[in-house]
């Protein structure tokens, strides 16, 4: 029966996917050259990191290669040019919040660790003012400006100068929505808080490494993914020695899980090696002459990920990046309805470019909802009420906790992404456990049932941007290693 419906849901995709010669030119190429990798796998280690990225995902029913083709040709192109847009770039975040777990090491000293904080002057007027997600008539006067910055200050999601709507801001401000958010959100009035320009501070590998890094993603792994502290994850660096152990008994725990926690672990598993694909293709290659290059390191990305290296552990952090894929592509698919109300309107005081973000974004959406292997969110929290509502409130606080655990990181450029993405993931968590207030909202009213803040949109679209591009790097690799046979 599995298979019946794993063929009928591939046979679905590939028709959908097939919209030009192109794509099913590139098809055949894959599947040509995936034989032959196949084929070729033990007189070549250069493809050994790709020869079992294949077939069909665990906990879902979506194959590797049909996500390769949907985001490689139809989301990674939109989300890239989306990012790029005025109210994608800017995130507002406070990188000076103390550690709270030990005390802090201080900050990274490399000059590549360092973020550059973007003037003010440069901010545009309606991202300063508060005016982020608005209603769409006669948007440009002081008085409205005005306003919208009392709305920020009340806590609004939605500004609009009717009285109504005054009250309704004053009524979220008394609202405690707190026990929605999977994220320890900034405080955007903090005086340490400041805009960040996104394309001048990009991700990439600083250099910052050893045992500070270490100790964050230890902190996450042992003391936040349900895991008890007999049970070791593979190539922990911190851990006790284990021998010859590949991870048998790990995994043995793991798949002892309910289905809930096995999902919480991959997606930070899966956070992790997104990560970690980014700093291997933005490497630092050569500092010299006074210029500084970063490349793509095709070493590096086989330390981490060479099955032969990482005793067969690197295909399962794949694996986890598009299991990660899957779950913020449907909170996406699912958030469209929040979106497509004509009230809402991505404001920066720009009126052409707000209204051609808007339409892009409703681009990425229309593909989103399109695809038809979407992760299945109503099989998590679905036994008994009581059971199921304790488990998802330790769900969300574990990983509220790892949200908090990210001031700890001590390379700033490494924080401020490391914040933004898991503000991503915690908002599209939010999104997925928010179904029904979703489905309820009004075309043109606001609601306190179900809001995004500015600082959590920007942080999905460009956590999701992350993951396609993650993605995408990987066929990159994966040409790299073949062109060095």
Known sequence: ?????????????????????????????????????????????DQSCFCHLTGVLDDCFCDIESIDVFNNFKIYPKIQKLTERDFFRYYKVNLRRPCPFWPDDGHCSIKDCQVEPCPESKVPMGIKAG??????????????????VQANQLGAINSTLSNQSKEAFVDWARHDDAKDHFCELDDETSPDAEYVDLLFNPERYTG?????????????????????????RPLNPLAPSRGDDDGENFYNWLEGLCLEK?????????????????????????????????????KEFRHRFDPVETKGEGTRRLKNLYFLYLIELRALSKVAPYFERTIV?????????????KELLLQVFNETKAFPMHFDEKSMFAGGKKEAKILKEEFRLHFKNISRIMDCVGCSKCRLWGKLQTQGLGTAL????????????????????????????????NAFGRLSTSIKELQNFKTLLQDNR
Request: with cysteine.
């Open 1 to 45: 029966m599995i298979n019946i419906t794993l063929r009928a849901g591939g046979l679905t995709l590939f028709l959908f996917l097939l919209g030009s010669d192109f794509v099913l030119g590139w098809l055949n190429n894959i599947k040509s050259s995936t034989q032959q990798s196949e084929r070729s796998v033990t007189s070549s280690s």
């Open 262 to 298: 096995r999902v919480f672990y991959r997606l930070i598993s899966g956070l992790h090696t997104s990560i970690n694909i980014h700093l291997c293709a933005k490497y630092l290659i050569d500092e010299g002459w006074g210029k500084t290059t970063w490349g793509t390191n095709v």
């Open 208 to 232: 910052y490494k050893g045992p500070s890094a270490w100790r964050v993603w230890n902190s996450i792994y042992e003391e936040n993914c349900f895991k008890p502290r007999s049970v070791y």
């Open 430 to 461: 939010k999104i997925l456990f928010s179904e029904k207030e979703i489905k309820n909202l009004s075309e043109n009213s606001t609601s306190k049932d179900f809001q995004l803040t500015r600082q959590e949109i920007v942080g999905l679209l």
């Open 345 to 357: 309107e991505l404001y920066t005081g720009n009126t052409e470019e707000d209204a051609a973000t």
């Open 131 to 148: 005016n982020y997600n608005k209603y769409a008539q006669d948007t440009n006067t002081v008085t409205e400006i005005e306003d919208c």
